[in-house]
């Protein structure tokens, strides 16, 4: 199986805070690997390495085959990365001005020189598949949060990633717009898209995750199945997560 995400030895610091300690880590293609752990465990850190949005000290990364070094980064790499990795966050980070369907087409006319019929047509694509087809013109503040949260996905979808990363997600939605972006993500997932998502839905882990990895101050301690990890944990650091979310 072919791996999108090598990372070895991994160590990254904030100043003198050790933040990932020595990270071994591989996501497979189309493999939904679901990242949990306590808040500033280095969850968020962790993924905004894998498209460069923070720099490492040590150990190897690669994604999708470029490699990026320490420090440095590797300017060529960092931007094959970057068209390649979509992200998602926790705020939804739409721009403010532009329309739902603007906010999509801006990428890839920007950074694939896509013509602008040709970015439109994938835009309505995109919001149908994300269910609000109807929204293309509207202003982000116009949709409600879920909506909002769609149209990001969409957006990240329109650079044909090789990747998703998701930063908690649905962490600033109101509940009953929560099933709404899993059910998005769930499709995405079933359609085979590689994955990487931190989130503290653990129904959502359990489901849709092929592989739940646990956090604890900045080192990978237990990962598994999902029913093994949540059902079974084998650490006490996990056990004692588990038993405060679940
Ligand atoms: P999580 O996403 O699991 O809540 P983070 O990756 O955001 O954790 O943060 C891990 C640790 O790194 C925390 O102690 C946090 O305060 C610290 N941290 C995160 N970002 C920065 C930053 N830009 N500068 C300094 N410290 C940071
Ligand atoms: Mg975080």
Request: glycine fraction near 8%; aromatic fraction near 4%; hydrophobic fraction near 40%.
């Amino acid at each position: 199986m072919t791996d999108i995400v090598q990372m070895k030895g991994m160590n990254k610091y904030f100043g003198k805070l050790h933040v990932l300690k020595d990270i071994d880590l591989t996501v497979a293609k189309g493999e939904v690997v679901v990242i949990i752990g306590a808040s500033g465990s280095g969850k968020s850190t962790l993924i905004r390495c894998v498209n460069g949005l923070e720099e490492f000290e040590s150990g190897h990364l690669t994604v999708d085959g470029h490699p990026l070094a320490p420090k440095s980064g590797n300017p060529k790499s960092l931007a094959e990365i970057r068209k390649e990795v979509g992200m998602v966050f926790q705020q939804f980070n739409l721009f403010p001005h532009l329309t739902v369907k603007k906010n999509i087409m801006l990428a890839p006319k920007k950074v694939k020189d896509t013509s602008e019929t040709v970015a439109a047509a994938t835009a309505e694509r995109l919001l149908n598949r994300v269910g609000i087809g109807n929204q293309a013109d509207k202003f982000p503040s116009q949709l409600s949060g879920g909506q909002q949260q769609r149209v990001a996905i969409a957006r990240a979808l329109a650079m044909e990633p090789r990747l998703m990363l998701f930063d908690e997600p649905t962490s600033a939605l109101d509940p009953e717009m929560i099933g709404e972006v899993l059910d998005v993500m769930r499709e995405l997932a079933k359609e085979g898209m590689t994955m990487m998502v931190v989130t503290h839905e653990m129904g959502f882990a359990r489901e849709v995750a092929d592989r739940v990895i646990y956090i604890h101050e900045g080192q990978i301690v237990e990962q598994g199945k999902p029913d093994d990890v949540f059902d079974n944990p084998q650490n006490e650091r996990t056990q004692a997560f588990l038993s405060r979310v679940l």
